[in-house]
């Protein structure tokens, strides 16, 4: 008789997590100390934007080969002029990337996004909590990433209104920053290498109706 490995019982079936986010890298920027440091989640990694960046694309092919990731880019507009999408699109494309798993942990942006600003990280999030309120889409617990910029003022660090925080220690943190700087190519003196968190903050629910209640002092701020 052949012995079942553990992740394949039915009994301990390895839990499943999702990020949702706008745009390879902001997986790494703003969860990705947190994903390296839980390597016992079955991660799917997904963005809205970016399927035909030439550019960007392999290279988070190659981020997800890293974190042990499965996952999918959709190629949503992501014009410099950042239109308003329509909100069917959005809410129909995060439900076809979500490929019909439930999870026990799904991670997103914030509902103004982690810095001045981005019309597509505040988009994701609506388009996320809207598909969980609504039953569309199935998840034990929702974080949101809690950063915030000081309307330009400072790069991106923790909200100080945070449901939880990480300061990542050095190996993750150095893995990290290898990511972004080796993988995506980011020089160090780049926006991105600059910002690279090295704590992560969250806010945490484990209720569509406690995550849309957050959201409702956001919605005239967008
Ligand atoms: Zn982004």
């Known amino acids: 008789m052949t012995p079942i490995p553990p992740e394949q019982s039915s009994l301990n079936p390895r839990r499943r997590a999702a990020v949702v986010v706008a745009h390879p890298d902001d997986e790494t920027l703003w969860c990705g100390g947190y994903i390296l440091a839980h390597p016992e989640f079955l991660w799917r990694i997904v963005t809205l934007c970016r399927a035909g960046d030439a550019d960007r694309a392999p290279k988070f092919r190659q981020v997800l080969q890293r974190f042990g990731a499965e996952g999918e880019m959709a190629g949503l507009d992501d014009g410099p002029d950042q239109a308003p999408l329509p909100v069917e699109l959005l809410e129909e494309t995060v439900a076809r990337l979500m490929a019909g798993h439930s999870y026990d942990l799904i991670l997103t942006h914030g509902p103004l996004g982690e810095y001045t600003q981005h019309r597509r990280h505040a988009e994701c999030c609506r ?12 998840t034990d617990r929702l974080w949101m990433f809690a950063y915030q910029d000081g309307g330009r003022q400072y790069l991106p660090r923790v909200r100080s ?36 968190p090295r704590e992560e903050g969250f806010w945490s629910f484990d209720s569509p109706q406690a995550a849309v209640k957050r959201l409702a002092p956001f919605e005239q701020q967008l």
Do not use: H, N
Request: hydrophobic share 40%; glycine share 4%.
């Open 161 to 196: 209104d945070a449901d939880r925080r990480d300061v990542l220690p050095d190996d993750i943190w150095a893995e990290k920053r290898r990511l972004i700087m080796e993988l995506y190519g980011f020089r160090p003196d780049s926006w991105e290498a600059q910002t690279t």
């Open 127 to 138: 388009a996320v909590v809207e598909l969980w309120r609504s039953g569309c889409m199935f």
